[in-house]
């Protein structure tokens, strides 16, 4: 009679479905760069910061229908600390952003084109346009052209 040892036996065989996985590649998926378009200007910045602002603020309210302070007063707390980081950015002040707002529909007018809300807001934004690059919040200076166009 022949004794076998368990602990000497060959070893299984590699699983199927690991053999059609290619090797190690799970590896370079985790060393690779996690966000494929870093922030690299602060009006990004700033619209992430507004983006989690809203987020938090929404999450406070619902929390508060849930009857939850403990969970709204931790909400309320973070969206204190994200507009006090937003603040600290800067952006073009209202009258700043009104007088070149004005300015573009007076030259829209002279062009004789109809006035309308995508054609002023694509002329500011244009390449080497009055607010091509400048540290604005595009929401704010949608406002204003609403306000431009219905006036």
């Avoid at 299984?12 to 760069?33: G, K, S, V, W």
């Avoid at 969206?79 to 300015?103: G, P, R």
């Avoid at 080497?128 to 219905?150: C, F, M």
Wanted: a neutral charge; hydrophobic letters at 40%.
């Amino acid at each position: 009679m022949r004794f076998v040892r368990w602990n000497s036996t060959a070893s299984p065989a590699t699983p199927p479905l690991m053999t059609q996985c290619p090797p190690r590649r799970h590896l370079r998926i985790q060393q690779q760069p996690k966000d494929l378009f870093p922030i690299q200007t602060d009006i990004q910045l700033l619209s992430l910061l507004q983006k989690r602002a809203n987020a938090s603020k929404e999450a406070a309210q619902e929390f508060a229908a849930a009857e939850r302070p403990d969970l709204k007063e931790k909400e309320d707390a973070q969206v204190a600390v994200l507009e006090e980081y937003a603040s600290q950015v800067e952006t073009l002040s209202a009258e700043e952003m009104q007088a070149i707002v004005t300015k573009e529909i007076a030259a829209i007018k002279e062009a004789g084109t109809k006035l309308n809300k995508g054609l002023i807001l694509k002329a500011l934004f244009a390449p080497n346009g009055p607010l091509d690059g400048k540290p604005v919040n595009r929401n704010e200076v949608a406002k204003l052209v609403n306000e431009a166009v219905s006036a």
